[in-house]
């Protein structure tokens, strides 16, 4: 579904779409951030389309150097007042960023995409392919997507979601530079913007680049 707005001023729909949430963040990260990262070695980490950024500020906690990016500055601020709440706003930072122009220079330990669609045309493919090339030796991708649509989507209801396989292929990146951590779909219990509750399918795409060349 493409909304009017949305992909002619992004930072003005955006501001808007923030405007209206009325109920503070619940300060819970992406189980599918906690999943994946749990247990390893913290370093620099990038979180792209954060909006209020719960895992930026998780991963923080966990001893990570955050940078979180979005395009609307309401997310930045709301962001910025979160991490000094909860005492790690020198363990954070927040960059405002059209994903389809520029992401943040650099190489990260650790790079997520969490759900970063848009009702607005958006090059997904050419932002995630970006995200790869963000990823340092020994790094993690981490790329969450819908993988169904839960009933307070704004998505058409006959929308067809690609599998985490067909996304990985879309991006083709070079194989010989990246291990498979996990490639797949996984389900979870979902919540609604009015209290609503669902199970959803999410998809999920999680690669450590290698730290050398291809293997013999």
């Not at 808007?16 to 990262?37: D, E, K, Q």
């Not at 690669?207 to 060349?213: K, P, Q």
Request: aromatic share 8%; hydrophobic share 40%; charged share 25%.
């Amino acid at each position: 579904m493409t909304i009017p707005g949305a992909h002619e001023n992004p930072i003005a729909f955006w501001e808007g779409h923030y405007a209206r949430m009325t109920n503070p963040s619940g300060g819970r990260p992406s189980a599918i951030l906690v999943r994946f990262t749990e247990g390893r070695t913290p370093g620099r980490a990038l979180d792209l389309g954060y909006a209020r950024d719960d895992d930026a500020i998780w991963l923080a906690k966990q001893g990570w150097t955050s940078t979180g990016v979005d395009v609307a500055g309401s997310a930045l601020d709301a962001a910025r007042r979160a991490a000094e709440n909860a005492g790690v706003a020198g363990k954070t930072r927040f960059e405002q960023h059209d994903l389809g122009v520029s992401i943040p220079d650099g190489k990260f330990d650790l790079v997520t995409a969490m759900f970063l669609h848009s009702p607005g045309r958006f090059e997904r493919v050419s932002v995630l392919q970006r995200a790869a090339n963000a990823v340092a030796a020994g790094g993690l991708l981490l790329i969450g997507a819908h993988g169904s649509r839960a009933p307070w989507s704004w998505a058409d209801s006959d929308t067809i979601y690609p599998t985490a396989d067909d996304e990985l292929t879309d991006l083709d990146l070079n194989p010989s530079e990246w291990d498979r951590v996990f490639v797949g779909s996984l389900g979870r219990t979902a919540k609604g913007p009015d209290g609503q509750v669902a199970v959803v399918i999410d998809t999920v795409i999680a690669l450590e680049r290698r730290m050398s060349g291809p293997r013999i």
